[in-house]
């Protein structure tokens, strides 16, 4: 798994159009948004910004890159002679989608670590810290899905764009109207439940019973997402 995860890391820093689009481009958005945190503070909290913060690493960064990682390893037939090797399905998934996680890991930690300082520090860093693992979780299980459906590196610009706009729009749509209206709704939504976790803990407004509770939707999101993965994904060139 080790060896698989350091040739795909490589494999990550070589390619300039990955660097610029997935990796580079959502710091630059991120940047903005610091940048810019007195405004957007007065549209919604500083909790509202550290949501966007996270899900914009996670949608592009994570998500995004590891659709098109796995599409592009699929459409030149390296999945199909990695499983030729002695190393288990799940060690090859692991190895090819390690990199994109922990550079995203990175990214979300220095970009907070960057906000906190030169904003305001949560009031809960433990439940930020759990929100953010949630949130990666769920966009990480859910670029396994989308890969079994994108037949290549250019579809996945095609088929990531529903999920990874979908989800800061929805953390936009709730970090600044909050969920006193359409809670559930709000909460159902891939991405809602865990935008609230992150405002709640960053603002300091959130008790561990209703943090149990924002966690539940985004858990199910990764179940479900799981789920799809496994009945979608696969190891050969889509036809």
């Given at each position: 798994?080790?060896?698989?995860?350091?040739?795909?890391?490589?494999q990550?820093?070589?390619?300039?159009?990955?660097?610029?689009?997935?990796?580079?481009?959502?710091?630059?958005?991120?940047a903005?948004?610091?940048y810019?945190r007195?405004?957007?503070?007065?549209?919604?909290?500083?909790?509202?910004?550290?949501a966007?913060?996270?899900?914009?690493?996670?949608?592009?960064?994570?998500y995004?890159?590891?659709?098109t990682?796995?599409a592009a390893?699929?459409?030149?037939l390296?999945?199909?002679?990695?499983r030729?090797?002695?190393?288990?399905?799940?060690?090859?998934l692991?190895?090819?989608?390690?990199?994109?996680?922990?550079?995203?890991?990175?990214?979300?930690a220095?970009i907070?670590?960057?906000?906190?300082?030169?904003?305001?520090?949560p009031?809960?860093?433990?439940?930020?810290?759990?929100?953010?693992?949630?949130?990666?979780v769920m966009?990480?299980?859910?670029?396994?899905?989308?890969?079994?459906?994108?037949?290549?590196?250019e579809?996945?610009?095609?088929?990531?764009?529903?999920?990874?706009?979908?989800?800061?729009?929805?953390?936009?749509?709730?970090?600044?109207?909050?969920?006193?209206?359409?809670?559930?709704?709000?909460?159902?939504l891939?991405?809602?439940?865990?935008?609230?976790?992150?405002?709640?803990?960053?603002?300091?407004?959130?008790g561990?019973?209703?943090?149990?509770?924002?966690?539940?939707?985004?858990?199910?999101?990764?179940?479900?997402?799981?789920?799809?993965?496994?009945?979608?994904?696969?190891?050969?060139?889509?036809?």
């Amino acid at each position: 798994m080790l060896a698989i995860a350091r040739s795909e890391l490589v494999q990550v820093l070589r390619n300039r159009a990955v660097l610029i689009t997935s990796l580079l481009m959502p710091v630059a958005a991120s940047a903005f948004f610091i940048y810019f945190r007195d405004q957007f503070e007065q549209i919604g909290s500083l909790g509202y910004v550290a949501a966007v913060l996270v899900f914009t690493i996670g949608s592009f960064s994570l998500y995004a890159t590891t659709v098109t990682t796995l599409a592009a390893r699929r459409q030149t037939l390296f999945l199909k002679r990695l499983r030729s090797t002695a190393a288990s399905d799940p060690a090859i998934l692991t190895g090819l989608v390690l990199p994109v996680v922990a550079i995203s890991v990175v990214q979300v930690a220095v970009i907070l670590g960057v906000f906190a300082t030169v904003g305001s520090a949560p009031a809960d860093v433990l439940l930020v810290l759990v929100a953010v693992v949630a949130t990666f979780v769920m966009m990480l299980a859910l670029g396994m899905a989308t890969a079994g459906v994108t037949n290549s590196p250019e579809h996945a610009q095609i088929t990531t764009l529903p999920i990874s706009l979908g989800t800061i729009a929805v953390a936009s749509w709730v970090g600044i109207t909050g969920t006193e209206s359409l809670t559930l709704l709000k909460r159902l939504l891939p991405g809602g439940s865990a935008t609230e976790l992150v405002v709640s803990a960053w603002n300091g407004s959130t008790g561990l019973g209703d943090t149990l509770l924002l966690l539940a939707p985004t858990l199910a999101w990764v179940v479900v997402a799981v789920v799809l993965a496994m009945a979608l994904f696969r190891w050969e060139p889509r036809r």
